[in-house]
Structure formats: structure tokens, C-alpha cells
């Protein structure tokens, strides 16, 4: 259920700032993309401008991730929170892989204000176009 809620909102905060155009000067846009959700919409477009999730609310968190790389080159992701290694993924370079894919998963409990984001280890690499490579993550329960 609160899965289904959250990817409805994801969805309707998305259609809501898709409209946004930031060229119209201020005056002359309209309440017409205003929503009921704006808390939402707002902590989504900070998500989107930073990559760093801060839990809005305290409480038990899914979060996924995963990439595909050359498989030429090494690669080292990290899952962090609040500056601490929680959970990673690595393959090493080789000469016979044309390309590589992994990922991890983990619950979390959360206090509200916690930050949950990716790190890409030194001299490593992942494919960032064709979304091919994802983090995303959603609400358990709160506690």
C-alpha cells in the first residue's frame, strides 16, 4: 500500500513539475500546477537538484540500486548514510567483458532528517545515460 501511494505521488509530483517552466517570470505563471502534495513536490525537486535523500519522515526505508559499467574498467559503488558505508557493489576491470552489471539492496531504519545517497568510488565508473543506472527507494513503515 505504501509503495502504490508513493510511486502515485512520485507520479503526480512528476506531471506537476514537468509543467513548471522555469522561463515564465513569476507573475504570470499560474495556480494551475499547484497540488495538494506541495511538501511533496518540494522534498522531490531537492532530491533532484542534490542526489541526497533526506528521510522526511522516521521510519524503516527500502532502498535499491543498481548499475551497468564497461566491463573494461573497475567499479565500486557505495550506498552511505549519514557519511557511513552501509552496503556496496564492485566488479573488477577486465580484458574479455564488454560490459558489467550489479547492484545491492538494504532496509534502513531512519530518524527523520537522515541522509541516504550513492558514492562512486575513486577511479571507478558506471553508465550514467539510458537510465541503466538507478537508486531508488521508498517508505516501509514508520515507526
Not at 16 to 36: F, G, M, W
Not at 84 to 94: E, G, I, L, P
Amino acid at each position: 500500500m505504501n509503495f502504490t501511494i508513493v510511486l502515485s505521488m512520485l507520479l503526480f509530483c512528476s506531471l506537476i513539475l514537468a509543467q513548471y517552466d522555469v522561463n515564465v517570470p513569476e507573475k504570470e505563471r499560474t495556480s494551475e500546477t499547484q497540488s495538494c502534495f506541495s511538501d511533496l513536490c518540494d522534498f522531490l525537486k531537492e532530491f533532484v537538484s542534490t542526489g541526497i535523500f533526506a528521510a522526511p519522515v522516521p521510519g524503516i526505508y527500502y532502498f535499491t540500486f543498481f548499475y551497468n559499467a564497461g566491463g573494461s574498467q573497475e567499479v565500486f559503488l557505495i550506498l552511505m548514510k549519514n557519511n557511513q558505508d552501509v552496503v556496496s557493489t564492485a566488479d573488477r576491470k577486465t580484458s574479455h567483458d564488454d560490459a558489467d552489471n550489479g547492484g545491492n539492496a538494504v532496509f534502513l531504519q531512519l530518524q527523520q532528517g537522515d541522509q541516504v545517497y550513492m558514492r562512486l568510488g575513486a577511479n571507478t565508473h558506471v553508465w550514467g545515460d539510458n537510465f541503466i543506472t538507478t537508486f531508488s527507494g521508498f517508505l516501509v513503515s514508520q515507526v
